[in-house]
């Protein structure tokens, strides 16, 4: 059995200073270091970590000018690790989390070293009471957050990568700026035969959020979701899936303003160019049936 090298990144915008520390010290202190780390500033300028915090391996840091999102910005992480070409398994991490556990890198190396189609490995995510919300298990409906096994998708704010899945699906769509884009990523690994693992072990404490709190929420969240199912699913589940998010998204809506932000990003993603069309085959949508989640819900 070959342990892969392993890289951590990291994108932060730079309003998080402490968080970032907090996590990069709990990435030192895996029992397994990484080969390589690299941290993105997005639009923002980096403070010098590697002499500060006493970080392993090969610290990397890149400044980017302008805020790509968060999908933008984990896209330059990878291309330079690509270009480093002696990484085999990517972990990407939320900039306000924290690795409780000294050994998560040395699971997820264990993980990838024993099953080659193992494309995607989702991390459990918890707050600092240790409570999962529902939202973060890759499931429907109403599910044990400790309950691990193969899902059809993750969760961005923790989760590990196979580059050769990535050479094989390409990376994240920076177009979608913020929201759907683990699905996209999901969808396409599903489909070209990547295996996608919920390891509830491998936990990553994160503040308790809503995706509510960002101010572009509603209108990129529905652009996003007309724009994937544009992009991913074969014609005849487009207008199914569509409608049925329509109608749960005017039943759980309470915000009238968030309603007219989402119909109007909704009326945008069938506007606008939604990026190349490659949509999965039917097999795979029966197989992320089985899984228990229909590409239609």
């Known amino acids: 059995m070959v342990e892969p090298r392993i890289a951590v990144a990291v994108v932060t915008m730079g309003n998080r200073p402490a968080e970032v520390d907090a996590l990069l010290e709990s990435v030192a202190k895996q029992d397994v270091a990484p080969a390589r780390v690299v941290i993105v ?7 010098e970590f590697a002499r500060r915090l006493s970080l392993p391996g090969e610290v990397t840091t890149i400044d980017v000018e302008e805020n790509l999102g968060c999908p933008g910005g984990r896209n330059v992480a990878l291309a330079r690790l690509r270009e480093y070409g002696d990484i085999d398994v990517v972990v990407e991490l939320d ?3 924290l690795l409780v556990d000294a050994d998560v890198l040395r ?3 264990e993980l990838y070293a024993t099953d080659p189609h193992l494309g995607i490995v989702g991390f ?3 707050d600092e009471h240790g ?3 529902q939202r973060h298990v890759p499931r429907l409906g109403k599910s044990d957050p400790l309950h691990g096994g193969y899902v059809t998708g993750f969760l961005g704010g923790g989760h590990a990568f196979r580059m050769a899945m990535l050479a094989e699906t390409g990376d994240w769509p920076a177009e979608f700026f913020f929201a759907h884009e683990e699905t996209d990523l999901a969808w396409r690994a599903a489909d070209a035969g990547w295996k996608i693992l919920y390891a509830p072990e491998l936990l990553l404490r994160h503040p308790k959020t809503s995706p509510a709190r960002h101010a572009i929420y509603y209108r990129v969240n529905a652009r996003n979701r007309v724009w994937l199912v544009r ?3 074969p014609l005849p589940l487009i207008p199914v899936h569509l409608g049925a998010w329509l109608l749960l998204t005017v039943a759980r809506t309470r915000s009238l303003a968030g309603l007219r932000a989402w119909f109007g990003g909704f009326a945008e993603g069938l506007r606008e160019p939604a990026g190349e069309r ?3 085959r039917w097999r795979t949508v029966w197989r992320l049936t089985r899984l228990g989640r229909p590409p239609v819900l």
């Open 278 to 280: 490659r949509p999965m």
């Open 95 to 97: 900039d306000d989390g």
């Open 107 to 109: 699971r997820v190396g």
């Open 41 to 47: 500033g997005n639009g923002c300028r980096l403070p």
């Open 231 to 233: 992009r991913r699913l």
């Open 131 to 133: 409570e999962t919300q």
């Open 124 to 126: 459990r995510i918890a």
